[in-house]
């Protein structure tokens, strides 16, 4: 029964080619757009360590950017 | 003006994303069931009909980011609204992806279906004249640097480009193509069984809600992008 | 709204659209014959500047039981129910092919109606359905 899905009928090459093909290629986008946000975010916070202390104090509490940015950054580690 | 502020904006995509990081799995899994298993097979294709559960909603995609990264372009060009421009930068890769993927989908079904992998027809060359449209514009997002000389070339570029959208859409019925008719169309019956809208459908939703997460994730780095050049100023 | 740069910039706008629609129809007339993929029985019938002996592209509908296959080669007829072109065609043809389909032949033009294809091609329509449905289309249209 398995092998009669996978033939789909003799169009299993055809069928299984193209799902493996959006499937692959939509992981590498997803994994590539991802890869490059988190550098940024690793990137920004590391230029805000460099801060001094109560500015960086101060506009944490300001900016929901990097608030939000400080929040994901908190999760991988 | 200050509800498309970047921090306004950064809050939104973080819940949009965790929303649809939630229910991405579940549709998935159903999306991928019924276009594999639970769908019937064609009268004349046979297992074949199940490729178009992935090409149809990739050409539809596609075709509507490009209309939909043209007009912002124009937009853009006469009124500078710097949020629009991220939206074309991070629309640009993902239109360019499921183009591609529509035309290599498409030629594995024809393979079977007609016999040849390519031909060059008028839909399936309007669609590859889109495909470089797409890799015109995301060149020149690249390696224009200057702001004034990028939206004009972007501008020129989404006009041509958008001339040929409807010559893709009506091509089918305009001249006799090797590639047949519509079966959805907006007004009157579509021509594709309902329990082959079913698949149909839940696919092209999968997909959307795919490209939305990309390009939510690439506008929060563009964002960043511009946030951490002015970080000393904040 | 409209600032002086706003409406230069209008400007380049039209100016770039009127000159691609001037280039777009200039293109068209040009390529009005080439555009189509393929020319059908009737028109391969009233044109006249079709030379015998050169490569075309045909397409109609592989007509009712006209289909005669021996161990070397494939003959049938293409119709577009006005006119009737005969196919000699020896090679294997896509499983799609079959009486009452559409089809689309390349090759060379023999007289009029005389056609020795290179290459057979399977037109699929817009139709989509399970093949239960189909059965019981059939059976209504008796």
Redesign the interface.
């Known amino acids: 029964m398995i092998i009669e899905f996978l033939k789909m009928g003799g169009y299993g090459f055809y069928v299984w080619l193209s799902f493996l093909i959006v499937f692959t290629f939509c992981s590498l986008l997803f994994y590539k757009t991802r890869k490059t946000l988190k550098k940024y975010e690793k990137e920004f916070a590391k230029e805000l360590d460099k801060l001094p202390a109560e500015h960086k104090k101060r506009i944490a509490k300001s900016s929901k950017v990097i608030s939000s940015i400080l929040a994901s950054k908190n999760k991988l580690s | 003006m200050e509800f498309f502020s ?3 904006i ?2 939104y ?2 819940k949009f994303i965790k929303f649809i990081n939630s229910i991405f799995f579940v549709i998935l899994i159903i999306g991928i069931s019924f276009a ?2 639970i769908s ?13 559960y ?2 149809v909603p ?1 050409a539809w995609i596609g075709l509507s980011i490009f209309s939909l990264i043209a007009v912002s372009t ?1 937009l853009n ?3 500078k609204i710097k949020n629009l421009f991220l939206l074309i930068k991070s629309l640009a ?2 239109g360019l ?1 499921f183009t ?2 529509s035309i ?2 498409g030629s ?2 024809g ?6 992998w390519w ?4 839909r399936l060359t309007s669609m590859l004249v889109l495909m470089l449209f797409y890799v015109l514009f995301i060149i020149s997002l690249k390696y224009f640097k200057n702001n004034e000389n990028l939206t ?1 070339i972007l ?2 570029l989404s ?2 480009g958008i ?1 040929n959208i409807p010559i893709i859409k009506y091509s089918v019925e305009w ?4 590639h ?4 959805i169309k907006f007004l009157g019956t579509s ?3 309902p ?2 809208l079913i698949p149909l459908f839940l696919m092209l939703l999968v997909l959307l809600l ?1 490209c939305a ?2 390009f939510l ?2 506008y ?2 563009e ?3 511009i ?2 050049q002015n ?1 000393k100023r ?1 | 709204m409209l600032t002086k740069k706003i409406k230069t910039r209008l400007l380049f706008l039209v100016s770039i659209i009127l000159i691609t629609l001037s280039f777009l129809i200039f293109i068209y007339l040009n390529l009005k014959q080439n555009i189509l993929y393929f020319k059908t029985p009737s028109e391969i019938f009233t044109n006249t500047t079709i030379e015998a002996s050169s490569m075309i592209r045909v397409g109609g509908m592989v007509k009712k039981d006209s289909i005669q296959q021996n161990n070397k080669e494939i003959r049938f007829i293409l119709t577009d129910y006005k006119k009737e072109l005969i196919v000699v065609y020896s090679g294997t043809v896509p499983n799609l092919f079959s009486e009452e389909q559409g089809a689309v032949v390349e090759g060379i033009l023999n007289d009029k109606k005389y056609l020795i294809a290179d290459r057979i091609l399977a037109k699929h329509d817009e139709n989509y359905m399970p093949p239960q449905m189909k059965k019981i289309l059939k059976e209504n249209a008796k």
């Open positions: 970047f921090g306004n950064i809050v995509i973080d594999l298993i019937p097979v064609d009268y004349l294709q046979g297992d074949s009909v199940r490729i178009m992935v090409h990739s124009i060009f006469i009124f890769p993902i992806l591609c993927l290599v989908t594995i079904w393979k079977p279906t007609w016999g040849t031909a060059w027809d008028a004009k501008s020129i006009i041509l001339i001249w006799s193509t090797l047949q008719p519509a079966s021509s594709i069984h329990s082959m795919y997460l990309i994730m690439k929060k780095t964002i960043i992008k946030k951490k970080i904040l």
